[in-house]
């Protein structure tokens, strides 16, 4: 699908009408149908994909099909309604929250102008508030008092194939970044209410193909990519041979071995394109330069979990893989690499879902012998702050000037910084390896803007949606290259790592994307290991023949 030019969409951000309905609404919203048409929306599941997840047990996702949302027929259920209607009465019991969320909003407006979606494509429906209104207006008409009374005039309508085709538009121009709850003065998560409207959706067979595949993939070989134990072994087997023909140094690296002290979990990304892969390179050169013992998985070779955008069974499902793994390997602990949806379920989730994990030791240093208390839940660190430790105690030796090359700002990943709260830690890394800038502050930290193609909408058909969604973000990056010459932007999040590759590609060509773990390598002097690093003048990028 191809994008407008530059100047194009730059002028339509700030001008243009809706994308959905082609016109600056004139009509109340719930009377404003949507429109699907080539490049505002995502391609729908494969029915393969929806059979093999829903043979699965414990999994549900009924109603296989080939489909399409520009069809007036969508080839649903004949008793959709009461499927749908049935399952957010389930939902309403079940989660204290959503009930909460349904009741409290006073639609004073203040999440309005802080999603990036709504910023981009001027859709009053991409307003959090109203995106929630399309629950909360069915809510009202089947759970409440006044709706079953007063109808419309209490806020409710009926359940129609209108609602549910507006629940698919937007549910789907969401990346439950959580920003706008931030702003909320009575704390309403958005994010949650987009997670029950994709909830409602699977029950009727309405899902996107971009998400469900990589969770089909995640459960069948253990990572999104589908990669077969052999070929995840190859790959990392490859940057090895990498480490070593730029460093002089050959990490020794493990997999499946039991006993080791700890297991290391990444992104499949890392593993299988740029620029992961030089974020992958950046661990095994870490981990060499001190000496752990670790191992990595080809099982639990994913940490990422689409199933948090797909269901709370399915994202229950592809967690458990890591605990049974590390189970099986006999390992003390876990660290985890770069990945935001990966610490956004393993920090809110993992624990009552498939924990507790007291086969395990509250992870500890083997270098520092520091014990990380925040994680004697969970038994699992991130890279971040196992690394910002070393650095803390000393034990790592870095040459600031190889990242010469390299002007950083820092972009703060929705669901490590937002969710997870690592917000001081990376910048503690950043100040002792690279020279770099923060974006203007209200565009980091808690308030930091979001890629623009989280939750699973990093999928080509839809690259205009996701450049306009992503504006906010590159906006923020313009002005720190203009004013301070930035050509990187750093993160912790493979999902990040690949759509604001495509993002500053558009809107800020001169920029590229990198891992945190990346720069932290390019530093890292090893002169006890036998170091012989090439001229590497980009870095682990650099091309030795």
């Not at 089909?216 to 134990?229: D, F, I, V, W």
């Not at 990242?403 to 990376?426: F, I, Q, Y």
């Not at 910048?427 to 770099?436: E, G």
Request: proline share 4%; net charge negative.
């Amino acid at each position: 699908m191809s994008v407008p030019k530059l100047e194009q969409l730059s002028k339509s951000v700030v001008q243009g009408p809706s994308m959905a309905t082609g016109a600056i609404p004139t009509q109340d919203w719930m009377d404003i149908p949507v429109v699907f048409k080539p490049g505002n929306y995502a391609y729908p599941a494969k029915k393969d994909k929806v059979e093999y997840l829903n043979s699965q047990k414990g999994l549900h996702f009924p109603n296989a099909r080939e489909w399409s949302p520009e069809d007036d027929d969508w080839k649903l259920p004949e008793d959709w309604k009461d499927i749908i209607l049935q399952g957010l009465k389930e939902r309403l019991d079940k989660f204290r929250s959503l009930k909460i969320f349904m009741d409290c909003c006073v639609r004073c407006g203040a999440c309005s102008d802080k999603c990036h979606f709504y910023l981009g494509t001027g859709d009053p429906k991409n307003m959090p508030v109203l995106r929630a209104e399309l629950l909360r207006s069915v809510y009202r008409n089947d759970f409440t008092w006044a709706g079953k009374i007063l109808g419309k005039m209490a806020g409710g309508r009926e359940m129609t194939v209108g609602v549910l085709k507006e629940w698919f538009m937007y549910s789907y121009q969401c990346t439950e970044c959580r920003r706008c709850s931030v702003f909320c003065p009575y704390g309403i998560d958005t994010a949650e209410v987009t997670m029950m409207l994709r909830e409602l959706l699977h029950l009727v067979g309405v899902g996107i193909n971009w998400i469900l595949e990589p969770a089909s993939n995640s459960n069948r070989t253990g990572n999104h990519m589908g990669l077969q134990p052999h070929t995840f072994k190859d790959n990392v087997e490859f940057l090895v041979d990498d480490v070593e023909n730029l460093t002089g140094i050959k990490p020794n690296i493990t997999f499946n071995r039991k006993g080791a002290e700890v297991l290391f979990i990444t992104p499949s990304a890392d593993v299988f394109a740029e620029p992961g892969l030089y974020t992958a390179m950046g661990y095994m050169i870490l981990f060499e330069a001190i000496g752990l013992d670790y191992t990595w998985s080809t099982y639990a070779s994913e940490g990422g979990n689409f199933g948090l955008f797909t269901n709370n069974e399915t994202m229950k499902k592809l967690n458990a893989k890591m605990y049974a793994e590390a189970e099986r390997l006999g390992v003390k602990h876990i660290i985890g690499g770069e990945c935001g949806h990966m610490w956004r379920v393993l920090h809110q989730y993992m624990d009552t879902m498939n924990g507790p994990a007291d086969f395990l030791e509250v992870p500890k240093s083997p270098i520092t012998g520091t014990v990380f208390e925040n994680a004697a839940s969970t038994k699992m660190i991130h890279i971040t702050e196992f690394t910002a430790d070393l650095i803390k105690h000393g034990k790592l030796k870095f040459d600031k000037s190889r990242n010469s090359h390299v002007k950083a700002t820092w972009h703060d990943s929705c669901n490590t910084a937002r969710a997870m709260g690592l917000l001081d830690e990376p910048r503690y890394v950043l100040d002792h390896v690279v020279d770099w800038v923060e974006m203007p502050e209200n565009t980091i930290r808690e308030q930091t803007f979001c890629c623009g193609s989280g939750t699973g909408l990093n999928t080509d058909e839809i690259m205009e949606l996701r450049m306009r969604s992503g504006y906010p973000r590159a906006n923020a990056v313009k002005y720190v290259e203009e004013k301070y010459g930035v050509n990187t932007l750093a993160c912790v999040c493979a999902i990040d790592r690949a759509t604001l590759t495509s993002l500053v590609d558009y809107w800020t060509p001169n920029v590229s994307v990198c891992g945190l773990t990346e720069l932290v390598a390019n530093a890292i002097v090893q002169e006890n290991e036998g170091e012989n690093r090439a001229n590497l003048e980009e870095g682990l990028r650099t091309m030795v023949f």
